[in-house]
């Protein structure tokens, strides 16, 4: 069976392609041809490459059936944006896959009524990434309930792995942050510490998309949040994260107002999206169709990604 994976070599996809071959599919990974994946592995050696700009070919009408070309069974699409983008997608595809999965995010979700939040509760979204990624959720789920075209949307929270900086306590992904607990100095956070991030190791997503696949009749015409088993407020976060390193937690709040003119503009912007969803998603559904069953805590998973960086010297202990 063959399975298109757009976007492979980006954070889900290093996991994902070597769970992929080493199940047997025949996999061919579409990207700009830009980056390696974060992890090497035997299994890349057996994947065919195919470089697209997605953009360009999107903006001249020839990446759908460029991706069709191809002749998936199956396509997994990582980096879909935007509902336009999707509809392109789609379109070109219709009678030619088993299953089109795409990754969408945990922003779906506005401010949440209940926590956890389920896929049952009404999509709330704001800022455009969640109200585009919401959008292209319903018109998936849309157009697989109407049997137009077998698809899936998987919802991943903060995306933490070797290679790359994982989101801090502070709620933004300044690894000064990490250094400051790691010496016991004092960090300041804002409000009272209370709202939450959500985090998920890249592989447990990408067992996702694996079990997504195997159990093809639960998931069409379905949404999965994909994260870790339990989110973590900003203070317990930094906690956690002192008493690792060793250390006590010497914590500072201040209102929002105040606390922001403390960081550069960017991490402030971060640190607002991150706490006005202050996201808290139940993975119950995922357990009981997917079988899915992440291996990593958030605080495991930060930890491996923190412990990737300190080895290699970008976080200084």
Not at 221 to 234: D, I, K, R, Y
Request: with cysteine; glycine share 10%; charged share 20%.
């Amino acid at each position: 069976m063959h399975v298109v994976i757009i976007g492979g070599s980006g954070h889900v996809g290093t996991y994902l392609v070597p769970r992929l071959v080493e199940a047997g599919f025949d996999v061919t990974a579409i990207s700009r041809g830009e980056r390696e994946p974060y992890r090497p592995h035997a299994a890349w050696q057996s994947v065919r490459q195919v470089a697209i700009d997605r953009e360009k070919a999107e903006g001249a009408g020839e990446f759908g059936p460029r991706v069709r070309a191809l002749e998936p069974d199956i396509v997994i699409d990582m980096i879909c944006f935007t509902l336009a983008s999707a509809q392109h997608l789609v379109e070109s595809l219709r009678g030619q896959v088993q299953h089109l999965l795409h990754c969408g995010t945990i922003w779906i979700h506005g401010p949440s009524v209940e926590v956890p939040t389920t896929e049952m509760q009404p999509r709330r979204p704001f800022g455009d990434y969640g109200i585009q990624k919401a959008a292209i959720e319903a018109y998936l789920l849309d157009e697989a309930r109407r049997g137009n075209i077998p698809a899936t949307a998987l919802h991943p929270g903060h995306i933490v792995g070797p290679g790359w900086a994982p989101l801090n306590p502070a709620g933004h992904f300044n690894l000064r942050v990490f250094e400051q607990l790691a010496r016991g100095e004092e960090i300041t956070l804002p409000n009272l510490g209370m709202e939450t991030v959500h985090h998920v190791h890249a592989d447990d997503v990408a067992g996702a998309f694996m079990g997504a696949i195997a159990h093809w009749s639960s998931a069409v015409g379905e949404a999965f949040h994909t994260v870790s088993p339990a989110a973590l407020t900003l203070r317990g976060y930094a906690e956690a994260m002192a008493d690792w390193f060793g250390q006590p937690a010497r914590l500072r709040f201040l209102p929002w107002d105040e606390w922001k003119g403390t960081v550069a503009p960017d991490e402030a912007q971060a640190t607002w999206d991150h706490i006005a969803h202050s996201p808290n998603c139940s993975i119950d559904k995922a357990r009981r169709l997917l079988g899915y069953e992440p291996r990593y805590t958030s605080l495991q998973a930060v930890q491996e990604a923190v412990s990737w960086l300190i080895d290699r010297g970008q976080i200084a202990v």
